[in-house]
């Protein structure tokens, strides 16, 4: 089978997955291609995805796929449609979001031809508590394109991806349970705030405001993505959780992707 067209979804407030997603596209030797960021952006209606190789790429939260990522995706469906489950996280452990995604887009009509897990920045890392600051950096970029050789060398040579042998996807029935929600968010420092309105236009969620001169940030809406604390560009955000050192002082061993195809 030759693979014609591409089409990337992903859902990606710190942009590691997104660009670990550009990486394996441009490992297939594909230029053009549909690319659907879900990140801020809820579809409106359903989209049947039919002659397109999709590409999903979503981080891990809780050791699972975040609830807004899913319901976000949901508007897409298959119709034996290949693709490739891609999550990205934070140098802890991807528990079963590779598994929760592999089941998700079966789900949804999909085929599942090969997955793979990619370290990112952790979103909660910041200067004096890195967790692995700076990935996805060359050489897993360089591994993520190697990836997208592989799924192009699978496609050709592949007459039929529903005999497929089933993918052996590492993870738990039932998924990890999710750890209670913690009613934080972000803090801001008038002081440095210029008001540029940069926060409230990237928040996932609209969970930000201004309101009389200051910003308010909703901490049940809130996802801790953690996007604007690394975007604000005068450093006005900060996230401290209690697991920020824990994660800095028991992740600091480097972990590389994993792949399955
Ligand atoms: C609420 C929350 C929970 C997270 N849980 C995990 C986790 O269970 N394991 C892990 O290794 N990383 C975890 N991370 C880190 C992200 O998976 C990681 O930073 C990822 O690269 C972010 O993807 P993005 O840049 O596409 O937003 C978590 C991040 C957040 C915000």
Same mark, same amino acid.
């Given at each position: 089978?030759?693979?014609?067209?591409?089409?990337?979804?992903?859902?990606?407030?710190?942009?590691?997955?997104?660009?670990?997603?550009?990486?394996?596209?441009?490992?297939?030797?594909?230029?053009?291609?549909?690319?659907?960021?879900?990140?801020?952006?809820?579809?409106?209606?359903?989209?049947?995805?039919?002659?397109?190789?999709?590409?999903? &790429? +979503?981080?891990? @939260? /809780?050791? *699972?796929?975040?609830?807004? $990522? !899913?319901?976000?995706?949901?508007?897409?469906?298959?119709?034996?449609?290949?693709?490739? &489950? +891609?999550?990205? @996280? /934070?140098? *802890?452990?991807?528990?079963? $979001? !590779?598994?929760?995604?592999?089941?998700?887009?079966?789900?949804?009509?999909?085929?599942?031809?090969?997955?793979?897990?990619?370290?990112?920045?952790?979103?909660?890392?910041?200067?004096?508590?890195?967790?692995?600051?700076?990935?996805?950096?060359?050489?897993?970029?360089?591994?993520?394109?190697?990836?997208?050789?592989?799924?192009?060398?699978?496609?050709?040579?592949?007459?039929?991806?529903?005999?497929?042998?089933?993918?052996?996807?590492?993870?738990?029935?039932?998924?990890?349970?999710?750890?209670?929600?913690?009613?934080?968010?972000?803090?801001?420092?008038?002081?440095?705030?210029?008001?540029?309105?940069?926060?409230?236009?990237?928040?996932?969620?609209?969970?930000?405001?201004?309101?009389?001169?200051?910003?308010?940030?909703?901490?049940?809406?809130?996802?801790?993505?953690?996007?604007?604390?690394?975007?604000?560009?005068?450093?006005?955000?900060?996230?401290?959780?209690?697991?920020?050192?824990?994660?800095?002082?028991?992740?600091?061993?480097?972990?590389?992707?994993?792949?399955?195809?």
């Amino acid at each position: 089978m030759r693979c014609k067209n591409v089409h990337v979804i992903y859902f990606s407030p710190t942009h590691t997955s997104a660009r670990i997603a550009h990486a394996i596209v441009e490992g297939m030797g594909v230029t053009v291609y549909h690319e659907t960021d879900l990140t801020r952006h809820t579809p409106e209606t359903e989209e049947h995805i039919d002659d397109e190789f999709t590409i999903f &790429a +979503v981080p891990v @939260y /809780g050791g *699972r796929v975040p609830t807004v $990522a !899913l319901e976000r995706m949901h508007y897409f469906k298959g119709n034996h449609t290949p693709a490739v &489950a +891609v999550v990205l @996280y /934070g140098n *802890r452990d991807f528990d079963d $979001a !590779l598994l929760e995604l592999t089941d998700t887009l079966k789900a949804q009509g999909f085929i599942p031809i090969a997955a793979g897990a990619f370290i990112g920045e952790h979103s909660f890392s910041r200067p004096g508590f890195p967790v692995a600051e700076g990935r996805p950096d060359e050489s897993d970029l360089s591994a993520a394109m190697h990836f997208g050789s592989k799924l192009i060398e699978k496609f050709n040579h592949v007459s039929s991806f529903e005999e497929l042998p089933a993918l052996q996807i590492p993870g738990n029935h039932p998924y990890k349970t999710p750890g209670k929600a913690m009613p934080i968010a972000p803090t801001w420092n008038g002081e440095l705030c210029t008001y540029c309105g940069t926060c409230t236009d990237i928040c996932p969620v609209s969970a930000i405001n201004i309101q009389e001169d200051k910003i308010q940030c909703d901490a049940n809406r809130c996802l801790k993505c953690c996007a604007c604390v690394k975007e604000c560009p005068a450093g006005a955000l900060t996230l401290d959780t209690p697991f920020t050192a824990i994660l800095a002082k028991n992740c600091a061993t480097r972990k590389e992707p994993t792949i399955i195809i």
